[in-house]
């Protein structure tokens, strides 16, 4: 490490240590703030130059010092009238002298990276024990279970190619169910902290974020029962459709990211017919509650569900890859169609890895996800028919059909 870089790496030290110490500082810590957070920081970082000439010791010493120091700051800052003790500080300390250790040593955006989460974290405090007191028993579960899909279900699985057609890879499909149920369990969360207090628009936005088409059935029915008007239900079910498209555009990101640009923007205006749309009606039913508990939303993260997404996805992945192999573009078309009915994730991820492999061109990778998203509008439409009153029926049906004219026009005339 040459003097410039020396020089940085002191200078990215004591920034990184002050954004940690500036925050302490507000919240009244007497164990470390505005100037012994970046001094930490600089220790660590000295301490790891000199590793190149002195091996690790004076990373080992300077650290032991580090605790020394808290140990003696606690015991002389402590009286009968002191808070209930925590650790936070002390963590934040060891966390800082880690930073420096790794700026020292010539990293730079991963310290850095990790000093503002430091702070935000530290600032956070009040939000996040807010959001953990109202969390349920049944929320907590759901991302346990979340983990166990995630972090126990996934590493064992084999990652290899299997079954007919040679297009079935457990840890690949398992993959594509972590993916689809982290979505949903982030909306979940959300909504178990927003969607039932602020009203119909946050509550289709986020229920839209979890199911589109469960969002629907339970607007349609309280509709139906006279809970909310035809407009509110109406503005609850367009804002959740219009999300369906948004989770379309981040699936097709992360499986196929050498198309996501291109076909983010076709997607982005069927988002922007339905979410504009439903802009223009929260102006009639403006400043009207949702209600309590209004959708009652399943965990998303139940192993069952996660296996059954699971199978439905090995499913439309091989009737997608037989349909393009036995009956060519119109084959996928039908599949598309079929399957969007009820559930868009499992096309949309199956078309994406096959526009990846090379076995669906683009542009029928692309007609086929947009068929399927109107196949689904029309699904939920469906629903509001048989669930909801005449008015809300007329409604959806003129949004829903504004948008699907849209959806044609794209598929004819965009250049996927």
Do not use: C
């Not at 007497?30 to 100037?35: D, H, N, P, Y």
């Not at 996040?128 to 126990?152: K, N, P, S």
């Not at 169910?177 to 289709?204: C, F, K, M, T």
Request: zero cysteines; charged letters at 15%; aromatic letters at 8%.
């Amino acid at each position: 490490m040459d003097l410039v870089q020396a020089f940085e790496a002191l200078g990215i030290a004591l920034a990184s240590g002050m954004l940690v110490g500036i925050q302490r500082e507000r919240g009244g810590e007497a164990l470390a703030g505005i100037r012994t957070f970046p001094l930490i920081a600089l220790v660590g970082a000295m301490s790891a130059m000199l590793h190149t000439e002195l091996g690790a010791w004076p990373i080992v010493v300077a650290g032991l010092g580090v605790i020394a120091s808290m140990v003696m700051g606690n015991i002389f800052n402590h009286t009968e009238e002191s808070p209930k003790p925590g650790i936070t500080t002390e963590v934040a300390i060891l966390v800082t002298f880690l930073v420096g250790v790794m700026l020292g040593t010539g990293m730079r955006e991963i310290p850095v990276a990790i000093a503002a989460v430091t702070a935000l974290l530290l600032h956070a405090k009040k939000t996040l024990h807010r959001m953990v007191d109202r969390m349920g028993d049944h929320d907590v579960m759901a991302i346990l279970q979340f983990a166990v899909i995630t972090f126990v279900v996934l590493p064992i699985l084999p990652d290899r190619t299997m079954g007919p057609l040679g297009v079935l890879n457990p840890r690949e499909i398992w993959l594509m169910v972590v993916l689809v149920v982290g979505l949903s369990l982030a909306g979940y969360v959300a909504y178990r902290l927003l969607g039932e207090r602020h009203g119909n628009a946050v509550a289709g936005l986020l229920g839209g974020l979890i199911s589109s088409t469960a969002t629907t059935v339970a607007f349609a029915k309280r509709e139906r029962d006279g809970v909310v008007g035809a407009w509110a239900a109406a503005v609850a079910i367009t804002l959740a459709s219009s999300i369906a498209f948004i989770r379309v555009i981040v699936e097709i990101g992360v499986v196929a990211p050498e198309v996501a640009k291109d076909f983010a923007v076709p997607f982005a205006m069927m988002f922007g017919m339905l979410f504009v749309l439903g802009a223009v009606m929260l102006f009639k039913v403006r400043g009207k509650p949702v209600g309590d508990n209004v959708l009652q939303q399943k965990n998303p993260s139940e192993l069952k569900a996660a296996i059954l997404f699971g199978a439905m996805y090995a499913v439309v992945l091989l009737a997608v890859a037989a349909a393009n192999k036995w009956a060519g573009n119109e084959g996928v078309y039908a599949v598309a169609a079929f399957s969007g009915l009820t559930d868009m994730d499992a096309i949309t991820l199956s078309t994406a890895r096959n526009i990846r492999s090379g076995d669906v061109t683009r542009e029928v990778g692309g007609r086929a996800i947009l068929l399927a998203s109107m196949a689904n509008l029309v699904f939920k439409g469906g629903f509001v028919v048989m669930l909801g009153r005449r008015d809300l029926a007329m409604i959806v049906a003129t949004v829903f059909g504004a948008t699907m004219l849209l959806g044609a026009g794209l598929m004819f005339f965009w250049a996927w």
